[in-house]
């Protein structure tokens, strides 16, 4: 369902307009002939996987970048933001998913930041800080949020600091607010509270753009979704008319069919005891309760749309943040993991879904790149020679079929593909008993992908277990023994191996 413009006269005017706009970047189309129609008095969802163009549309839309095609206007007036302030002049504002202000400042110098009233004659002004402190309030009180606004932006909680950036916005007399992943850091109460506030401005004729993750979240506040896939508009739907199901297909680009009989895969060797047992482990604002095991052998996928919570599970098991609710237990004995180097003493590896930021040293070599989980094991008193790590390093380039001029070749100038190798031979060399991989294949080549995919069957037959988190979801079925599908932070159900990819799908919408 693409959408017409309206036929018949005393039709609503869209507060903001864009047909056509289209974006590429080095000859790749990232938007191809988009459109976007936001109405005043609405909560307008903005849908789509990963690559699909959302930040881009809302890069051009708030003139980060200029549009190569398209028109857009505002108000019924052409409009071509030449930057963000140039936007945020027009009436754009935009809430990131990171708070974008300045925690060393108060919370009435963030909302009036480039803004501060003024007093005292021309050439010799100061700040009025009464005036600006009292504005602040008014502003943040509109928001049911009555907090002292002299106090440093940090000494208040996260959900506070995203309120306080949502009163900046309407500071500036905003006509189009744009929510950039509002909620990823907020528990369901503070959620909650955002809503509330929401549907009093959409009651006030304020047109928002939403962009989320969380199918619930969506048919919560949402009075029409626009859904984009691979940079181009697949259609604009009220939300009423389009189911979780409806939805997802929109997003993925095929039906979901009719969950068949797959010819079951060999189940992994199970131990008595998990070799890893979660049991409600939760972080506030970050993860829902979640029970989890996995034993020796056994590949176990994560499957989920982008936002599910994957990458927070992943994190929490090892060690990257904490968890506050629940309890991990290793070989069925409790543990707590201060820190990363904690999970590795017990066994456990992480390829991160960020290969070139939390992954690689792009600057080091290949051969330092891979030495370098197990020197952290092994610490500075037991420092690994020159030697050491070129054994190291040459056992596993053959091994798994790195492609490099020589292992002491910078990994940067290194493909993708075999960057993430070099990511796999760097844990495999700590010998781990748990490896998780998070997006293990993302950005690289078809061949490369078949390699670690095979790889990781060899490994969980060699009797190590495997967490395997993809955004594809051929290759979580391709590889799992079991399931975990996980939908808005929290676990809704696990299917066993030769589950087909639509059940997956079914399952992440069933009473979204």
């Not at 029409?224 to 697949?234: A, D, K, Q, S, Y």
Request: overall charge neutral; proline content about 4%; aromatic content about 4%.
């Amino acid at each position: 369902m693409v959408y017409r413009e309206c036929p018949h006269a005393g039709c609503p005017q869209p507060t903001l307009r864009l047909a056509g706009v289209s974006k590429s970047f080095f000859g790749v189309k990232a938007l191809n002939h988009v459109g976007l129609r936001l109405f005043p008095g609405e909560v307008h969802a903005l849908m789509g996987q990963n690559g699909a163009g959302k930040s881009t549309l809302i890069k051009v839309l708030t003139g980060v970048y200029p549009a190569d095609a398209g028109e857009m206007s505002l108000g019924g007036q052409p409009i071509a933001p030449a930057s963000p302030q140039d936007a945020q002049a027009l009436g754009i504002s935009t809430v990131y998913q990171e708070v974008n202000l300045c925690p060393n400042l108060s919370v009435a110098e963030n909302i009036f930041a480039g803004r501060y009233p003024r007093k005292g004659a021309a050439g010799a002004w100061r700040i009025d800080w009464a005036l600006m402190n009292a504005q602040a309030s008014e502003w943040l009180a509109k928001l049911n949020l009555r907090i002292d606004v002299t106090r440093r932006l940090d000494s208040y909680a996260v959900a506070v600091q995203q309120m306080v950036a949502i009163a900046r916005a309407l500071s500036v007399q905003a006509k189009v607010l744009i929510l950039d992943e509002p909620t990823s850091s907020l528990d369901e109460d503070e959620v909650a509270r955002l809503f509330d506030v929401l549907r009093r401005l959409r009651g006030e004729g304020m047109a928002i753009l939403f962009v989320t993750h969380f199918l619930e979240q969506v048919y919560a506040i949402s009075d029409r979704i626009t859904v984009l896939r691979n940079g181009e508009l697949v259609g604009e739907y009220p939300a009423p008319a389009l189911s979780p199901s409806m939805l997802i297909t929109a997003m993925i680009g095929r039906e979901l069919e009719r969950q068949g009989e797959v010819a079951p895969k060999v189940a992994a060797s199970e131990s008595a005891t998990p070799l890893l047992r979660a049991q409600g482990l939760a972080q506030r604002g970050q993860l829902q309760p979640i029970d989890l095991s996995l034993h020796a052998g056994e590949v176990v996928g994560l499957g989920g749309l982008l936002g599910s919570g994957r990458t927070e599970l992943a994190r929490l098991l090892f060690g990257l943040t904490s968890h506050d609710q629940g309890e991990l237990k290793i070989d069925g004995r409790a543990v707590s993991f201060k820190s990363p180097a904690d999970a590795v003493k017990h066994g456990l590896g992480l390829c991160p879904e960020e290969r070139k930021t939390d992954g690689i040293v792009a600057e080091l070599s290949v051969r330092e790149n891979i030495a370098l989980a197990l020197q952290a094991r092994h610490g500075l008193a037991r420092f690994l020679s020159r030697e050491q790590q070129a054994e190291l390093a040459e056992r596993f380039v053959k091994e798994l079929g790195i492609k490099t001029a020589s292992i002491d070749t910078p990994i940067g100038l290194l493909s993708g593909g075999n960057q993430q190798k070099a990511m796999l031979a760097r844990w495999l060399a700590t010998e781990p008993r748990l490896l998780i991989l998070d997006e293990p294949t993302r950005g690289i080549d078809v061949a490369a992908k078949q390699e670690i995919m095979e790889k990781i069957l060899r490994l969980a037959e060699g009797g190590m277990a495997v967490l395997f988190i993809s955004s594809e979801m051929s290759e979580v079925v391709r590889v799992s023994h079991r399931i975990a599908v996980l939908r808005d932070r929290r676990k809704v159900g696990e299917l066993p191996a030769g589950s087909s990819e639509q059940a997956v799908y079914h399952l992440i919408a069933a009473d979204a």
